[in-house]
């Protein structure tokens, strides 16, 4: 071991090899590269400027978490609450500004793909696979098109795994701070990246690249990691850790579904090069001349497995995808039996067309709801419709909460303006859950009306404001939920829509009066729910 602290390469066969790569390392195809990124933005750019849909429901959190911003005190890692106040300062509140940033995001997943070709080696056919890997992924789609943390978190799984393909071609200690600092990034978007980081501890167990641990450099970065995340992990701390609650109710409501047939299988829908990936992972756990790599063919292998275990979401790996295309990609490339090689190749390619063209209107919000419900059908693809806990929709879930929003708020509205002064001074707005109550908080100051409250999740920590809650418009909360607490309840209106998720297809507008308590004594005995 050397006193600088880098370890010394474990054999003269992995020296050799890491020089071998490091002279193997073709330019990177520029042009090809541009075209896919400007395919992948316009895709993003253009369904948000002329999409049938609006906003999701979870995207109404994430601004509600912004205007709530207190960056040591949220039950939720904050990162996605912050760039929603740096977005909406900066650009409108449209469906084109507020998701841009992610669209640019998302986009960089494909550029990291190319990059990891290059690095292993990978010429023109190669970077170019890769880069189309991403962009013919169902998954990497869907993900860059909402204004959630699922896309930056993807992106900071896939630097992270970048950055440890460079620390195993250069042996260049510092590979572990930038790999720490995405990680703090990582913490402060959402805590999955605890699974990265324990992923890669394991795979450094297994592989020569141990050798690591006895210096200080991956424990620096792990330090580096944790100082970035602190927010996320103060806010669990003050706040008596929600995080573990939300778990909670997630295993109960979602992932007792998810079995690990369900996980796997579920893989090639939401990946078009998923057999790229599965050859990616190959070479790199078992090529020989890439044995200095093992490292992340092991990360990407142990986190697959630790999800698999835990029953976690299929899409949750989606993260491991890029950097494995690049490596499969390569592998493609040098794949060079006569008339075969050439044939697997661009029939994988062609596949990978056929699914990008086929599966476009389910991972966008491209088609109309009744027209994309006839080409689910007429596809055979009703499953897509089927809900995270089970039930059939007749569009895709993602796409059924983006409707009947702005509706609701402008029901809500009419409620509100329609009662005398002396009651409209005094009403607060009670929502059943913070999709009503977000859209209500971001639709609501164009139509005149108070903030919502609720007692739902992240909702709860925002409080029940000032009033105490002598009127009360209740949105979508039904009689008997409010029965306990009004003294008379009158049903003013109902919002429908077809398309819409089931709770918001039919909302009830009703409203309380004569209240048993006010709002501030009823508050916490209501924390906790959902």
Partial sequence: ?????????????????????????????????????????????????????????????????????????????????????????????????IRLPIALFSTLLLVFAALSAQELGGGRFAQA?????????????????????????????????????KLCRTDNPRWWLLYGALCGLGLLTKFSMLLFGFATFAALLVTPARRWLVTPWPWLGALIAF????PSIVGQISLGFPVLDQMSDLRGAQLARVSALSFVLEQPMLHGGFVVAVIGAAALVFKREWRPHRLVGWTCVAGF???????????????????????GAVALERFRIPNVGTAVRWGIVGVMGLYFVVLLPIALPILPPATLE????????????????????????DFADMLNWKEQVKEVAAVYHALPDTDRERAVIFASNYGEAGAIDFYGPRYGIPKAIAVVGTYWFFGPGDLPGDI?????????????????????????????????????????????????????SMAGNN
């Fill in 374 to 397: 006839r080409y689910l059908s007429t596809i055979g693809a009703q499953s897509a419709a089927t809900t995270n806990v089970g039930e059939q929709e007749r569009i895709p879930q």
């Fill in 227 to 230: 100082i970035i995340g602190s």
């Fill in 129 to 165: 696979l890769a880069g189309f890997g991403v962009l013919a992924s169902v998954m990497f789609l869907r993900a860059g098109n909402l204004f959630q943390p699922v896309a930056l978190d993807q992106l900071w799984w896939t630097a992270g795994l970048f950055c440890l393909l």
């Fill in 305 to 327: 497995v630790t999800l698999v275990l835990l029953h976690g979401k299929s899409y949750y790996i989606a993260p491991i995808y890029p950097v494995l295309f690049g490596a």
């Fill in 1 to 97: 071991m050397s006193f600088s602290g880098t370890p010394e390469p474990a054999t003269e066969s992995d020296r050799d090899t890491s020089s071998r790569n490091e002279d193997e390392r073709l330019p990177l195809a520029i042009g090809i590269l541009a075209t896919l990124v400007c395919a992948k933005l316009a895709l993003h750019l253009l369904t948000n400027a002329f999409s049938p849909y609006e906003f999701h429901r979870d995207e109404f959190l994430y601004f509600a978490m912004g205007e709530h911003l207190r960056l040591w005190h949220m039950d939720f890692p904050p990162f996605i609450a912050m760039l929603s106040e740096i977005t909406q300062a900066f650009l409108d509140d449209s469906l084109f500004g």
């Fill in 472 to 524: 009360v418009i209740l949105h979508g909360v039904g009689r008997d939920e409010a029965a306990d607490y009004c003294g008379t309840i009158e049903v003013v209106s109902t919002v429908t829509h077809p398309f819409a998720v089931e709770e918001e297809r039919d909302v009830v507008i009703s409203i309380c009066r004569e209240p048993r308590q006010t709002l501030q004594e009823l508050w916490p």
